[in-house]
DNA sequence: TTTTATTTTGAACGTTGTTCATTTTATTTG
DNA sequence: CAAATAAAATGAACAACGTTCAAAATAAAA
């Protein structure tokens, strides 16, 4: 009977071997290099050996997404310690930003590009699980906030998908390259410097 | 002498039989139908001659990108009427976001798809017209604001990038199928709740 | 009419994601 | 241990993609 069970483990490691290999071309060349041939290559195995364990490429891509939230929480981490929610606040901002424009490709992918959805849509599981439990982190400190007697006369989750979308604009802003060419005085800093001026907003509620 | 005229114009006329198969296809059937192939079949010629009257792919979705520019332009042309600056502002988030939600795909090519910015790279003209303008006509509608005592201590290009990022974040979200699956209460009226907390938030300056 | 210039063609190339009959390997059974 | 069975891995093949380019078709000029 160990048999069994040492099957399951082996065919976990060739799937996470697939994925580490996927990861490492996604990272270092970008989604356009993350072929199904290229990863089946950089693993020495076949490219039919890469559809025994995965249904399809947005299949790979769902999980890459998945690992990218994983790093986004590690970043998440130092939030921890900071008890004032309106601090909180502005310092998850900062920190998302942080993670966006730190890991392009991979925010991409959790955040613009459509496989990740599309894989869950086929899977017929409506549930965007690490998109949910990011928002809920969200919004649970902006809940504090709303407690604490800031924003007084909003609503909850209206406001929490703002300070996202916000936050969100910017990355996908600069990183589809939308922030080049539009005649900025400091290009390169226009993101900072526009969150630093929400913050300002912030002061007054 | 007529005849370099007729054959200029002949030119003209092919060059946007092209364009405007490739515009149908484009809003009927979304990007992924739009390939060179299909643009030349809709038009009766073969797939080389696309490619004399455009370098690539990319060019003609840069082309799109114009056209979609051209049409947010119409969007935004009732608010020439809107006298008060701030209220242009608070008009010109909402027709935005209204251009963005109607015209998806268009929206997508104008602000997130790589190609359109790949194409102006590839051409040595770092200038982004299109963005430009439209960055503009925002920017001088902040500037009026400040003008009349709006945002006082606030800087004009940050404070209009984060307008910008924060309409375009809610279109961008909405687009990507990021809000569905998040267990939001209305997950369809998420956009306009968010902007009119934002408005809410805007009162106080 | 012949020569030259222009325009159009579509087969061909290299990639891509994906499939699946076949082979190879591993396990179980007699 | 050998034969039968199950599982895993293979890679050729398919359709579709963007792109190229020598050749053919057409138009203009001589």
């Given amino acids: 009977m160990g048999v069994a069970e040492r099957k399951a483990r082996e065919k976990e490691e060739l799937r996470d071997l ?19 041939r290229n990863i089946a290559e950089a693993i ?16 790979i891509l769902h999980a890459l997404h ?15 310690s ?3 929610p309106m601090e909180r606040l502005r310092a998850m901002g900062r920190i998302y930003i942080k993670f966006g424009l730190e890991n392009r490709d991979m925010y991409e992918l959790m955040f613009s590009t459509k496989a990740p959805m599309t894989f869950l849509c086929a899977t ?11 928002f ?17 006369g909003h609503s909850l989750q209206p406001l929490s998908f703002m ?10 802003l600069e990183i589809s390259q939308r922030t080049q060419g539009v005649n900025l005085t400091d290009p390169s800093a226009i993101v900072d410097q526009a969150y630093t001026e929400f913050l300002k907003l912030l002061d007054h509620f």
Same sequence: chains 1, 2.
Wanted: proline letters at 1%; aromatic letters at 14%; glycine letters at 8%.
């Fill in 18 to 36: 697939i994925l580490r290999a996927a990861r490492k071309l996604f990272t270092e060349n970008g989604i356009e290099q993350t072929t199904i």
């Fill in 44 to 59: 020495d195995y076949s490219v039919g050996t890469v559809y025994v364990y995965f249904r399809n490429k947005d299949a």
């Fill in 66 to 80: 998945s690992q990218g939230f994983g790093m986004l929480a590690s970043y998440f981490s130092v939030l921890a």
């Fill in 82 to 84: 900071v008890a004032d």
């Fill in 124 to 134: 017929d599981q409506p549930e965007w699980d690490e998109g949910k439990a990011t």
């Fill in 136 to 152: 809920t982190a969200l919004s649970s400190t902006v809940a504090q906030c709303l407690e604490a007697g800031h924003f007084a």
């Fill in 163 to 172: 300070f996202w979308s916000l936050v969100h604009g910017m990355c996908s």
